[in-house]
């Protein structure tokens, strides 16, 4: 397994809880070695049946948020235009923090920090070589490329390479809020704030422990930057005011008051990404199919991964030579190939959808995006 996110973990505990031997490889040097990221939510038909899967379903339950589900709309003006709030016992889609999603799946698993994989090179009956930056190549009879957008495993099965969207997003982070901010926890709410102009848009979303992850998402030239340090936070503050001036001084202040800046272009694969079938390679989650981040993506790759290894491990499990050899390698393909059929007639489907739903929300009329979740949301 190649990659440690959320789809290669859920691929690595499932087939590790059926008894099966699997090695992560993850570049980062250690599981603390960088922020994990903000919120996600899991969906009931995808990301909670591969937790399910995975043993973990009652573990989630405890640690995610449904008070997360809530969604508040406003004008540019600050008016409320829509105002969401979850069901008692509704549980369609909590929230939980990357990070604690990720400590989770971890478990017991071993995973080998530090291997930065260079290049995947499919060997035939022989297996599939993996290079490294640092150290000797190593051989496996599968390697499951789940390193996300630019995965280095993906060059082993497909030429295709993710393009510019022409929709930046740009994140900053509010500490403390509910003490600090207490004015914007107020606006923000118990779940998710959504503010939305012309080409253009404010994401406020809701972590645990009063941490905010704020989104200015525009559309703009790839290097719209070019003219500004965006390692200087002061100067991408001062741009992003410049560019959404004129919204409600309150809306505002998610960005005036943001700590450190990233910049996220948003970069797609083509809709329906599909590949001739290599033996001994195949991939899931972002490497597979990268999508617009509108909440199918972790819950794709976490299905994809659960239902690889459960499939795995029953195929093997009935071989005769227990997933070893050449009649098991065999059933092995079979399996790969029958998983990858299915991954991309639904990866496909979710890809439309995703990228439709951006087109909607970064668009010339701020009403698309209102009729985006008015379309989703439970009357």
């Known amino acids: 397994m190649v990659g440690g996110g959320p789809g290669g973990l859920t691929f690595a505990h499932v087939l590790h809880r059926h008894g099966y031997p699997v090695t992560v490889l993850e570049r980062d040097p250690s599981r603390d070695a960088r922020p994990p990221g903000g919120t996600l939510d899991l969906q009931e038909k995808m990301g909670q049946v591969a937790l399910d899967k995975a043993g973990l379903l009652p573990w989630f339950q405890a640690l995610s948020r449904p008070e997360g589900?809530?969604?508040?709309?406003?004008?540019t003006d600050g008016a409320v235009l829509r105002d969401w709030r979850p069901r008692p016992g509704e549980r369609a889609n909590p929230e939980i923090d990357r990070g604690q999603l990720r400590e989770l799946l971890l478990g017991s698993l071993e995973v080998q920090w530090g291997r930065e994989v260079t290049r995947v090179e499919p060997?035939?009956?022989d297996g599939t070589v993996v290079h490294f930056a640092d150290g000797p190549p190593q051989r496996f009879d599968l390697v499951v490329g789940a390193d996300g957008a630019w995965s280095r495993t993906r060059p082993a099965v497909s030429p295709a390479r993710p393009h510019y969207t022409g929709v930046t997003t740009v994140e900053t982070s509010l500490d403390d809020i509910d003490t600090?901010?207490?004015?914007l926890a107020e606006l923000?709410?118990?779940g998710s704030l959504g503010v939305y102009g012309v080409n253009r848009s404010l994401v406020a979303q809701r972590n645990s422990g009063g941490h905010v992850k704020v989104y200015a998402r525009f559309r703009a030239p790839l290097d719209w930057h070019a003219h500004l340090d965006l390692a200087d936070p002061e100067a991408v503050r001062s741009s992003?005011?410049?560019?959404f001036d004129g919204w409600a001084d309150s809306v505002l202040g998610l960005l005036r008051h943001g700590t450190a800046f990233a910049h996220r272009p948003l970069h797609v694969l083509p809709v329906s990404h599909t590949w001739t079938h290599v033996a001994g390679v195949t991939l899931l989650g972002d490497a597979a199919h990268l999508m617009p981040p509108l909440g199918a993506g972790a819950n794709l790759a976490?299905?994809?991964g659960a239902e690889l290894a459960e499939a795995i491990a029953t195929s093997t499990s009935t071989s005769t030579s227990s997933g070893t050899?050449?009649?098991?390698?065999?059933?092995?393909?079979a399996t790969v190939r029958a998983f990858e059929e299915t991954m991309w007639?639904?990866?496909?489907k979710w890809a439309q959808i995703t990228s439709a739903g951006l087109e909607r929300l970064v668009s010339p009329d701020p009403a698309e995006a209102v009729a985006v979740f008015d379309e989703v949301q439970p009357s």
Not at 327 to 333: C, I, P, Y
């Open 123 to 125: 060997g035939g009956g």
């Open 325 to 333: 050899g050449a009649a098991g390698l065999a059933e092995l393909d």
């Open 69 to 75: 589900q809530a969604m508040r709309i406003l004008d």
């Open 302 to 304: 976490m299905l994809e």
């Open 345 to 348: 007639a639904r990866a496909a």
């Open 240 to 243: 992003l005011l410049a560019m």
């Open 180 to 183: 600090a901010h207490p004015g």
């Open 188 to 190: 923000v709410g118990e």
